[in-house]
């Protein structure tokens, strides 16, 4: 193997494997002072925010260090995306300590073990997906549904922080208990650290509004330690982090008994489809704003990579950012040396720097999170599928429901079956016509939306716009038979155009066989036209060998032939021409027009296939 052929392998491997090696063989040097610049800013909104965040999933909060620091080094190597920043998320925290905490039982250490666990579980999980080629997960939870979910988590969320904020004695878990104890027990409120609570959320509001480019979280917490030190407020009940040891983390491995094993892998599966599809949708997001693509698949393995990291860390399942992203953007960051500059900048922090972290208040914390999740909260998305389509907003209305009553593990999963039943329930009563001819229009057109339509006595032109299938198969059945029955003139001939079925199964199969049946029964002969070859693909070859021969006489390649055909079997008292399907179809568009033209005059209007009456008014 010549040296140039062994490279260009190389080269290939490398970036199919560990796209980011490329693109930093390729760096720039005048690309470095932006990307020193946004990965310091990156560092300071991350490390107050990991933090924050390790409170959320119920571990102490170098935890949410170690979460922070090492999943941006993994995914510089084996991620697709230039700006993403990846990291502690919201959703993915509580969804973590809805998982862990009934399973430790209280006990710190066997939560630490179980947390490995599904932490390494999760990455795992991911680079199988990646392996296979399983990208197309982030289309499966639909955006409705997704907005619905987050803004259920962004609600349990700040319900959770309230007792924090305020300074109250928290004890109740279930979101409408939560908020109807906020409202008893608000004048318990420690006031010292309600009025540092309040004042960091104020400041940060402000910063996020009229400064944007600061690193707002970062810029409070500091604060935040200065008063706690100038004012000695530890020493007036001021709940405050404490110590947080310095230094790098100890490698360990999970161990656990079969049935946690059991527990851990739903939920690691709950959580590679919640969180890769919100991480991969901010990924796409930047890509797009920068004119470039991102592979779903190499992410798969770049987020795979980042849990693995995190795990090996002892840190927590991580996502993709999307406001460390957005601050990435925002500072004009072109690759991911930005962020190797904020691990690094945060290793140091880490590794140097950790006692000044021990005054941080848990009030601010407290206030980082809120507005971390009210802005995870989206409104104007809900606004408008309330404008758009009013059952995809019940949908999402009726997701956040589910996480609010129901809990974080039953919403997944909730979620999952919600966007199960919008597919299935589009899919199985979709879209059909009775086609006929318009005047001046190529082509064969909806009889319901062109009322002038022709069509020919005796032949019914019939489409399904689907694929046929076990769920909508009798729905195929119950519409052909509708359509038969509303033409004004007896129907001879069915000629069901197929070129909109791309899938057909064993029971659609069945069902057309049933239906055939039945109309010969009645004097009406079933043929098809337009049918796609690669639907043979879909049984052996020994019955597809069977069912070519068996349709050879039923079967046309176009529209025209099967009316050319339908016309001369009229002339020839119900002699089909064998080969039909090798009829020209310029001929027999020459035959179709000259026989509807001295029909316009005397074939009755097309009756429009009736469809059945949908309620779509909104309450009012």
């Known amino acids: ?39 310091l800013s990156v560092a300071a909104i991350a490390l107050p925010v990991g ?9 102490p909060p170098v935890i949410g260090m170690y979460s922070a620091i090492f999943p941006l080094f993994a995914y510089a190597i084996f991620g697709s995306s230039r700006q993403l920043m990846t990291g502690p998320d919201a959703a993915t925290c509580i969804l973590v300590a809805a998982t862990l905490a009934p399973l430790a039982g209280g006990d710190p250490q066997r939560y630490a073990v179980l947390l490995l666990g599904l932490t390494l579980m999760t990455g795992l999980l991911f680079l199988l997906a990646g392996a296979g080629k399983l990208g197309f997960i982030a289309n499966f939870l639909s955006q409705p549904i997704l907005t619905g979910y987050l803004n259920g988590i962004a609600l349990l969320i700040i319900a959770g922080q309230l007792p924090k904020l305020f300074g109250y004695a928290g004890a109740e878990e279930a979101f409408p208990e939560r908020v109807l104890e906020f409202f008893e027990r608000v004048d318990q ?29 970062f810029v409070v917490v500091v604060l935040s330690i200065l008063l706690v030190t100038g004012l000695d407020l530890g020493q007036k009940g001021v709940a405050v982090l404490g110590e947080v040891p310095s230094g790098l983390p100890s490698l360990a491995l999970p161990s656990f008994d079969r049935a946690a ?25 930047f890509a797009r704003r920068n004119g470039y693509e991102v592979n779903a698949n190499q992410e798969l393995i770049g987020f795979g990579a980042c849990n693995l990291a995190s795990g090996l860390a002892q840190g927590f399942p991580v996502t993709g950012a999307d406001s460390r992203t957005a601050v990435n953007n925002a500072m004009g960051g072109k690759t991911q040396v930005v ?35 009210v802005g995870l909260f989206d409104l104007a998305d809900l606004r408008q599928l309330y404008r758009m389509s009013y059952r995809e907003f019940l949908m999402s209305v009726g997701t956040t429901l589910g996480v609010l009553f129901l809990g974080v593990l039953p919403g997944v999963l909730l979620a999952v079956a919600l966007s199960l039943i919008w597919l299935l329930s589009v899919g199985s009563r979709p879209n059909d016509a009775v086609l ?15 009322p002038d339509a022709k069509t020919i006595p005796g032949l019914l032109l019939y489409r399904f716009d689907s694929n046929v299938v076990f769920y909508n198969a009798d729905y195929f059945k119950t519409r052909v038979r509708a359509a038969i029955a ?9 000629v069901i155009d197929a070129s909109s079925v791309n899938v057909i199964d064993v029971t659609g199969l069945r069902k057309l066989d049933e239906l055939r049946a039945e109309l010969e029964t009645q004097g009406v002969s079933v043929h098809y036209a337009r049918v796609k070859r690669h639907l043979e693909r879909f049984f052996n070859e020994e ?6 021969k068996l349709a050879k006489r039923y079967r046309f390649q176009t529209l025209k032939t099967a009316i050319n055909a339908f016309l001369k079997h009229q002339t020839a008292n119900g002699l089909i021409l064998a080969n039909a399907d090798t009829e020209d179809p310029a001929s027999a568009g020459r035959e179709w027009r000259e026989t509807v033209q001295p029909l316009r005059k005397e074939t009755p209007d097309p009756v429009p296939l009736p469809r059945e009456k949908e309620n779509t008014e909104r309450p009012a």
């Open 1 to 39: 193997m010549s040296y140039g052929r062994a490279a260009r392998k190389l080269r290939h491997l490398i970036r199919i494997s560990a796209p980011g090696l490329l693109a930093l063989s390729a760096y720039r040097p005048s690309w470095l002072p932006n990307d020193v610049a946004a990965g």
């Open 261 to 285: 094993f059991r527990d851990l892998f739903g939920a690691a599966a709950g959580l590679v489809l919640v969180s890769f599809t919100s991480g991969v949708l901010t990924a796409k997001s």
């Open 543 to 548: 019955f597809a060998r069977q069912r070519r």
């Open 436 to 450: 006929g001819r318009v005047h001046g229009l190529k082509g064969f057109h909806n009889v319901a939306d062109y």
């Open 51 to 59: 933090i924050a965040y390790a409170d959320l999933a119920g571990v």
């Open 486 to 494: 509303a033409q004004m003139t007896p129907v001879e001939w069915v």
């Open 189 to 217: 409120s420690h006031w010292p650290t309600a009025a540092l609570g309040v004042g960091t959320l104020v400041v940060l509001v402000l910063v996020m509004r009229f400064l944007p480019r600061l690193p707002g979280a």
């Open 339 to 373: 962020g190797l500059v904020a691990g690094g900048a945060m290793l140091l922090v880490l590794m140097f720097m950790t006692a000044p972290l021990a005054y941080v208040p848990i009030t601010a914390l407290a206030a980082v999170i809120l507005v971390s999740a």
